[in-house]
């Protein structure tokens, strides 16, 4: 198992209300893009044998690996992008998502999206991108529900 630094807080609703805090601090998008950098060199190591076809996600413009853990008590999410704006994308959504219940992922929506204007100010493709991701988060976490 690969070492996770999440979940960063306690709750998946802490986890968004500390995103939204953080985006405030930002004048404008250009401040934003740079601090979604930065969020973006902060994922855990990922290691080169995970980079195969298996973890591919698809959907996202940019080259995506993504490798679930867990089981229905705590489920981690692993993910690294070849891109540096979808790794800071990756690093939100693992924020708010990796480290909890299939219920709680599934009970919880990704209003921090919205809450940052993130969608406002994302390219169609990179948008795209971010919804396969959650999309997969949400699918592992419904399959292990069941």
Known sequence: MTETVFPLEPTTAQAQAAIKEEFAFFGDWSERYQYLIDLGR???PFPEAW????????????L???VPQGNRDRLDFHAISDSAIVSGLIFLALRVYS???AEEI???EPDY??????????SPTRSNGLASLLAFIRDTARSQQA
């Open 99 to 101: 480290g909890r219940s």
């Open 51 to 62: 980079k195969a076809e298996e973890h591919r996600l698809h959907g996202c413009q940019s």
């Open 42 to 44: 902060k994922l855990p």
């Open 64 to 66: 995506v690996w993504i």
């Open 106 to 108: 599934l009970a919880t």
């Open 113 to 122: 999206i919205a809450d940052i204007g993130l969608a406002r100010h994302l």
